[in-house]
């Protein structure tokens, strides 16, 4: 993948038939795999054996392509590939012109050694292609590699920190900014002087939590 510049060594150039997943999928995700993905693409792998970089926690990095039919929202197609593949999966989704990247931290299943469960996953926005600067940084270590991208693909609104941190906080930040809105849509729904007082309070508590937070973690 150009976009990334990364040593041939890494090159995997790999297309992965999509009904290699069709034991993580039900009749109507398989559908929506044929409907709205051309090819799915292993195009790299990042491991000891190809970058001369290992990890405590990561031991390997694979980077998938994944060209669409349509410019369609594929997150739930994403977790099903993710789920079946136990490796950290950097995605570069393309349509066209236009691309957009995601990665997802996971762990193993606790019961089932076949699966992962996601714990976070970081996107970017969809962007003209001669527009996406995001690199994948090789130096120090697998671990950090991750952590890098990952960051990369944040809010940015945190200092950076571990991943495991990082997933926290996002998820603490998007919570709180969930609640806001569905407050001020409450608000905004309701004819009850009253209980309009009673959201607004619940609603300035939400923000002070919301301020405290990025203040607290900031860089």
Same mark, same amino acid.
């Given at each position: 993948?150009?976009?990334?510049?990364?040593?041939?060594?890494?090159?995997?150039?790999?297309?992965?038939?999509?009904?290699?997943?069709?034991g993580?999928?039900?009749?109507?995700?398989?559908?929506?795999f044929?409907?709205?993905?051309?090819?799915?693409?292993?195009?790299?792998?990042?491991?000891?054996?190809?970058?001369?970089?290992?990890g405590?926690?990561?031991?390997?990095?694979?980077?998938?392509?994944?060209?669409?039919?349509?410019?369609?929202?594929?997150?739930?197609?994403?977790?099903?590939?993710? =789920?079946?593949?136990?490796?950290p &999966?950097?995605?570069?989704?393309s $349509? /066209?012109?236009?691309?957009? @990247?995601?990665?997802?931290k +996971?762990?193993?299943?606790?019961?089932?050694?076949?699966?992962s469960?996601?714990d976070?996953?970081?996107?970017?926005?969809w962007?003209?292609?001669?527009k996406?600067?995001?690199?994948?940084?090789? =130096?120090?270590?697998?671990?950090? &590699?991750?952590?890098?991208?990952? $960051? /990369?693909?944040?809010?940015? @609104?945190?200092?950076?920190? +571990?991943?495991?941190?990082?997933?926290?906080?996002?998820?603490?930040?998007?919570?709180?900014?969930?609640?806001?809105?569905n407050l001020?849509?409450?608000?905004?729904?309701?004819?009850?002087?009253? =209980?309009?007082?009673?959201?607004? &309070?619940?609603?300035?508590?939400?923000?002070?939590d919301?301020?405290? @937070?990025?203040?607290?973690?900031?860089?």
């Open positions: 993948m150009a976009i990334f510049e990364l040593p041939t060594r890494t090159i995997v150039n790999k297309v992965i038939p999509k009904n290699a997943f069709d993580f999928t039900s009749s109507k995700q398989k559908k929506r044929t409907d709205l993905l051309e090819r799915i693409r292993w195009a790299h792998k990042l491991s000891a054996e190809t970058i001369n970089l290992s405590k926690e990561i031991k390997e990095i694979q980077i998938f392509e994944i060209d669409l039919k349509v410019q369609e929202d594929i997150s739930d197609l994403i977790e099903i590939i993710n =789920k079946a593949i136990p490796y &999966i950097i995605f570069y989704i $349509f /066209q012109d236009k691309a957009y @990247l995601s990665v997802s +996971k762990h193993s299943h606790p019961i089932n050694e076949n699966s469960v996601i976070w996953t970081f996107f970017s926005k962007k003209s292609k001669d996406i600067s995001y690199q994948l940084n090789l =130096k120090q270590s697998l671990d950090f &590699i991750f952590h890098d991208f990952c $960051f /990369q693909l944040s809010s940015k @609104l945190f200092k950076t920190v +571990k991943v495991d941190e990082l997933v926290y906080l996002e998820q603490n930040r998007t919570e709180l900014q969930r609640k806001i809105q001020k849509a409450a608000i905004s729904r309701s004819k009850q002087y009253n =209980k309009k007082v009673e959201l607004n &309070i619940e609603l300035q508590k939400v923000e002070t919301l301020k405290d @937070l990025l203040i607290q973690n900031q860089k």
